[in-house]
T-cell receptor, first 113, second 111 residues
Framework: DTTVKQNPRYKLARVGKPVNLICSQT?????MYWYQKKPNQAPKLLLF???????READTFEKFQSSRPNNSFCSLYIGSAGLEYSAMYLC????????????FGEGSKLTVL | QQKVQQSPESLIVPEGGMASLNCTSS?????YFWWYRQHSGKSPKMLM?????GEKEEGRFTVHLNKASLHTSLHIRDSQPSDSALYLC???????????FGTGTTVSVSP
């Protein structure tokens, strides 16, 4: 089973409100990623967990938080949503020796109004 | 500046024809390249990877890599309607887990 599940699939949020997105995988992968995808733009790496170590990209450091309470779950937290956060958020996982083979979830589409 | 650049943005290929996609990294630290395919409404799935100079073939798909120029290309021969998709190129540093993606090339195969 190579399934990565994301919840919710669709999220409507008000400006200034928090947003929490959830991702789970059952492949015992050591690495879990969060990407932000906007129309006609490249998927943008926000952060990734390698085991329990969180790596955040410099330009999104203060905008997104994450937690990984166990190997299977990873969350993405936005403390105060702005209009610019409207996007598709893709979770992915990878493991073993083939670290570049990412398995993506179906995505969580966030709309901020 | 986008570190992984893909061209063309879109491509129309007749069924049975050859599609050629390009990808270049501007980051000299990049060592590995990956190609992902994303069908409409679906999540991206890895298609092929290449780490060494030269060519790699899997079925109708061939990838080339020139490490000196940090350029990779993907070629699809005998294109089928099911090949219509967004093709994403990604790059990473050796041993690195962070994959940086390009904006993609949309391939449309016309019957």
């Amino acid at each position: 089973d190579t399934t990565v599940k994301q919840n919710p699939r669709y999220k409507l949020a008000r400006v200034g409100k928090p947003v929490n997105l959830i991702c789970s995988q059952t492949m015992n992968h050591d690495t879990m990623y969060w990407y932000q995808k906007k129309p006609n733009q490249a998927p943008k790496l926000l952060l990734f967990y390698y085991d329990k170590i969180l790596n955040r990209e410099a330009d999104t450091f203060e905008k997104f938080q994450s937690s990984r309470p166990n190997n299977s779950f990873c969350s993405l937290y936005i403390g105060s949503a702005g209009l610019e956060y409207s996007a598709m958020y893709l979770c992915a996982s990878s493991g073993g020796s083939n670290t570049g083979q990412l398995y993506f979830g179906e995505g969580s589409k966030l709309t901020v109004l | 500046q986008q570190k992984v650049q893909q061209s063309p943005e879109s491509l129309i290929v007749p069924e049975g024809g050859m599609a050629s996609l390009n990808c270049t990294s501007s980051d000299r630290n990049v060592d590995y390249f990956w190609w992902y395919r994303q069908h409409s409404g679906k999540s991206p799935k890895m298609l092929m990877s290449i780490f060494s100079n030269g060519e790699k073939e899997e079925g109708r798909f061939t990838v080339h890599l020139n490490k000196a120029s940090l350029h990779t290309s993907l070629h699809i021969r005998d294109s089928q309607p099911s090949d219509s998709a967004l093709y994403l190129c990604a790059a990473s540093m050796q041993g690195g887990r962070a994959l940086i993606f390009g904006t993609g090339t949309t391939v449309s195969v016309s019957p």
